[in-house]
């Protein structure tokens, strides 16, 4: 009769292995993630060494470690307890060269879930270790399930150093590999071979059990609340529970004085390419945040969320310090109320629509309160009655959506709106907007919004703020900076298409440099004029030369979008090729119609009452 002992055995010291692994992998896997120190390279090597080691190396280094003669074995030998050749070896031994693909591949999946998801919660008012039980643990869950089945496999099938630490005793150390190669060493091939058909079949059927498992998941439409999320979820919401009470607690602390809606930033950090350096004031109005891309808009809002820290400065929000380098005051995004929408919306895959809005909300609460507030901010985004239903089986718009309800959910003194619509096509667009519009008259405080699209920006927010190199350039109502742009970059940045070098030749007249014409302006030209400008929108089409600065123009090319046309005029000549003009004219169809039939040279104006008069350095 075949002698199954080794079976159990290697059954028993690989399972204990393996949850000695999965706990120890993910502690180590965690805190490596956030370390930052210098000596990371050698930890690191340290922690993976096993995995490149041959495994009598590390036998003979577990020998060293745990013999009787060695500090460990001498303090274990006092209280009665041997290590080398009992059981405790082979589990010491399966644990030492599994660990390191457990570490690996937990460290992987930590690293590959999107940082957004993290900010998205911290700025919910979510603690770290809220973040890592509830968002952390279940989105790498694909990860741990298939470290965990790495590390078992390596652990039933340790050999080298289990024999050098272990030994092979009959009943008590013998795992399946070892009773293979002294089975086959002594000529005794069925038993052998008994035993290489039982690893093949516990591999094979683990997994087998583990594959159908997560394809199971990827089918479902929606995540079993029971299986998917299982305890790491049960376990997250007790801690958050109890963590949020504290925080609430503790907020009584110190409360806030009541102040006006108010926001005030100064702030500067260094970076890579320029020094962002910005500071400005804002209130209830919805401030717009215009610039390019790199430009520093992003890095404003993650720094007034606590998600980034600068260099030097202070932030207050509605009389709260939130960061004050003087004082050394930096809270931590949890504590300070920010409602985040960022550009890929940041909806936990894992949770429902309902908890995904629920999640920042005060666990003071009761669950029909909640689920009373959930309803009411669906609504508020008409999107009632998709609680239950999961991000991925919404569209890009709904996203959206469900993502401004979330952050408001949570009740912020400021939204933060991180270029919502950048992902949404244009009839997308065009809806959100009148839905964000709307949400954004009713909601009671600070609001700072990104965005490319500078008709976005001026349909939805009354004051804007340009930046450009990590410098605010302008700062005022949107008819102000749009009309009244005052320094080249900020007329640029706002879509202005037309400029020319200018110099002042008298009071009331400039020269337009690269236009060669002169033209006449109603103000005087400031001391350090350098440019001139008009927006192409602004030209008109006389058909006289009675008023002033009108002048006789050619048409060099042409392009053409669904409603307009834009055409490219040569001042005061016939164009020699497509390139040579002076100036681009926006106009409507029926305009264009009308204009085409007309001979040349036609007349253009331009107005003196829109024409901007611009200085290259910027003050504001």
Known sequence: MTDLTPIWISLKTATTATVITFFLGI??????????????????GLLT??????????????????????????ILGYFGV????????????????????????????????????????RTL??????????????????????????????????FGATLMLAGSIPGKTETIPIAI???????????????????????????????????????????NKQGSRGSFDFIGKVIAGLEQRTSQRKSLDYPVPKAKIELIVHIQKQLPGFLLDVSFQTDQTPLGLLGASGAGKSLILRCIAGLDSPDRGRIVLNGKVLFDSAQGINLPPRD?????????YALFPHLTIGENIAFGMSPEKSQREIKQEVEKQLIAVDLSEISDRYPRELSGGQQQRVALARAKASEPGIMLLDEPFSALDTYLRDKQEKILRNSLIRYPGVTLFITHNLEEAYRVCPNLLVIDGGKAIAHGTKQDVFDHPHNFRTAQLTGCKNFSRAIAISEGKIKAIDWDCILEILEPAPK???????????????????????????????????????????????????????????????????????????????????????TKAYTI
């Not at 405790?88 to 957004?116: E, R």
């Open 125 to 158: 008012g979510a603690s770290e270790t809220r973040i890592f039980w509830q968002i952390v643990l279940p989105l790498a869950k694909p990860g741990l399930i298939a470290g965990t089945l790495l590390a078992f496999a390596r652990a039933l099938g340790e």
């Open 528 to 614: 350090s004029l350098e440019y001139v400008g008009i927006r192409a929108h602004q030209l008109s089409f006389p058909e006289t030369e009675d008023e002033a600065n009108t002048f006789p123009c050619w048409l060099a090319t042409i392009s053409e979008t669904q409603h307009r046309m834009t055409l490219y005029l040569k001042l005061n000549q016939p164009a020699n090729n497509p390139e040579d003009y002076h100036l681009q004219a926006e106009v409507l169809k029926n305009k264009w119609v009308e204009l085409k039939d007309r001979p040349f040279p036609w007349k253009i104006q331009l107005n003196q009452l829109r024409i901007m008069l611009l």
């Open 181 to 223: 190669f002294f089975a086959a060493e002594g000529g005794a091939m069925d038993r052998a071979l008994f035993l290489v058909i039982i690893m093949l079949a516990i591999s094979l059927g683990v997994i087998t059990a583990v594959n159908y498992g997560t394809e199971g998941n990827k089918g479902s439409k929606g995540v």
């Open 336 to 344: 300070r109320g920010c409602g985040f929408l960022f550009q890929n």
């Open 49 to 74: 060494a096993p995995l490149v080691l041959p495994p009598t190396v590390v036998g003979f280094l577990l020998l060293l470690l745990f013999g009787r003669n060695s500090f460990i074995g001498q």
């Open 82 to 121: 041997t290590v080398i050749f009992s059981w405790y070896a082979t589990v010491i031994a399966s644990t030492v060269v599994a660990f390191p693909l457990m570490y690996k591949t937990a460290l992987g999946a930590f690293k590959q879930i999107d940082s957004n998801f993290l900010a998205a919660a």
């Open 27 to 44: 502690i180590a896997a965690r805190w490596m993630l956030n370390y930052r120190g210098k000596s990371k390279p050698l930890i690191e």
